[in-house]
């Protein structure tokens, strides 16, 4: 199941909400359990052993490390947690290959069950929130939930299955037993969401139809011009995607009671990298510093010590995404420019004068990142790399049904790109921090917002009604 389906907003969504809205306080968790199971199982019922396992082993866990037991408990949490992500994402990108030439040695029945193994829905995310949840009891930051509902609860809630954000415990803890309901909250919630979709139904899907089909294309068979749009038509789908993803999960998280932590803070006005990743994925960047930065920098090596540490999240943190080439070089070229700018280049950037030299820098260097996160192979990469700067070899003209809608460029898409670029700015703050002066004009305004929103939300829906599903990007991570 996926947020922008009809099914979800018109079957699943009004039921688990009314449900849950006159449950008792309570009985909300268990409404929400049973809720997000069965959003998780519509699509991939073969993979909820993996997910109750996870969710039973880590309360266990969690309880034994209260007691401070011996010393080989936590590493044993980190290694299933990191042991289960990895198996799955060393599969995801390799498949059967992975267990090329033994094959013949497995009984038919295992290798007819490993053949139908997918991604479990969300693993990515309620991996890194159990290895928080387990680190912070340790450590005793947090206590450990003792109630089993509740911690049931915080790992599957559906809000945060698809997309996260990545929340950890601590933030709901308080809140899991008996979850209260605020309508100013849920009024939010509801604009929430609304935005969030027309986001990704609007922008991100209308900015695909594109975008996908250059990339898709041989580069031979692009120009400059295409190759261009394509990748910025990507560094702006890519954010309308994900953070649309995330307002409809946070939206969602309010209407149940529950405060999500916010995942991005118009990432494209970065003044640097280091800035980029205080506003992109803050949920993710923030994690690897907690987790994984800091601990090393406690150890840090001498001379190196820092800026190897940054490469080695940064090395993880692609990994996390995938375990393929594209994804390994993406993560080191942003812990490459974040090692530089440690070393001088952040001195440069301040003494600059001019402050669109330094926005000048961060785009050129998060364009060339998503280039080899976007791209199908390190060659295809490369290759569109030099169609950039003007290389162009034998063109190869393919026919119209191979390259629909290219070479024309639709209206809907113009308006997306043009619509996509001015709301990466923050117009919106801008215009509240005015409108804050004059009081009157608050709720004629707050009516005339929720008018226009709406009115975007139903033709956003009429689009996905009338066009191809396309599932979140950040869903296959």
Known sequence: MNFNTALFLFLFLPFILLTYFFAQPRWRPVVGILGSLLFYTWGSAANLVWMVGMILVNYGLGLRLKDKPA??????????????????????????????????????RVNGWLGSLTFPLGLSYISFQLISYLLD???????????????AFYVLMFPKLLVGPIVRYRSLAESLPAPTLDPDQIADGVRRFLRGFVKKVLIAD?????????????VEASTPAYAWLALVGYALQIFFDFSGYTDMAIGLAAMMGLRFSENFNYPYIAQSIGDFWR?????????F???????????????VGQSLNILIVFLLTGLWHGVTAGFIVW??????????????????????WLQPVRHLYTLSALLLTWLFFRAPSLEYALDFLRLLVGNIQQTVRLPFSETTPLPFIEPSFALAFVAASLLSLPIGPWLQKRLDAYPRLVFPLTVAGDLLLLALFVL????????????GIYGNF
């Open 137 to 151: 009891v340790n450590k005793g930051t947090v206590k450990a939930e003792r109630n089993l509902v509740s911690f």
């Open 460 to 471: 956003a829906v009429g689009m996905m009604t009338s066009s191809k599903f396309l599932p």
């Open 289 to 303: 510093r907690d987790y994984v930065f800091y601990p090393l920098e406690r150890k840090r090596l001498p001379i």
């Open 279 to 287: 506003r992109w994925h803050i949920s993710l960047s923030s994690w």
């Open 206 to 218: 209308v900015l695909a139809k594109v975008v996908n089909v250059i990339f898709s294309l041989p």
């Open 71 to 108: 010393k080989w408990l936590l590493p044993l949490g980190l290694i299933l947690n990191v042991g289960l992500l990895a198996a799955f994402k060393l599969f995801a990108a390799h498949g059967m290959d992975l267990f090329l030439g033994l094959d013949s040695f497995l009984p038919e």
């Open 331 to 352: 993560g080191l070229l942003h812990g490459f420019f974040l090692v530089i700018e440690g070393l001088f280049l952040n001195r440069w950037l301040k003494a600059a």
